[in-house]
């Protein structure tokens, strides 16, 4: 079972940075595409980004593209959501998560997720 811990949440001004790391126990990390979703307060959670299990191809929604950028480095067994220029509107919990798919897409089911850390935009 892959445990999943994210970490690089906190306190931005509009306009800002942050990134978000997600780190995994399991070895095997290059066997996960990995996801990172987001919840706002009274809010479902969301899809933000996802990326296949060699790092190749990416998939953003559509809030987000051209100001988040997800990756993943197999060798330290992490993965990360680099944010850029963010808004109010980014405030949430965001949270990483690994699924087995091959592909990744809309309906791609995610197993194992981590914790949480929050992200709080001020304007």
């Known amino acids: 079972q892959v445990q999943l811990v994210e970490s690089g949440g906190g306190l931005v001004q509009a306009g800002g940075s942050l990134t978000l790391s997600c780190a995994a126990s399991?070895?095997?990390?290059?066997?996960?595409?990995m996801g990172w979703f987001r919840q706002a307060p009274g809010k479902d959670r969301e899809f933000v980004a996802a990326i296949t299990r060699n790092g190749f191809n990416t998939l953003y929604a559509d809030s987000v593209k051209r100001r988040f950028t997800i990756s993943r480095d197999n060798t330290k067994n992490t993965a990360y959501l680099q944010m850029n220029n963010l808004k109010p509107e980014d405030t949430a919990v965001y949270y990483c998560a690994a699924s087995v798919a091959v592909v990744i897409g809309p309906k791609t089911v995610y197993a194992y997720w981590g914790q949480g850390t929050q992200v709080t935009v001020s304007s």
């Open positions: 399991e070895r095997t990390f290059s066997n996960y595409a």
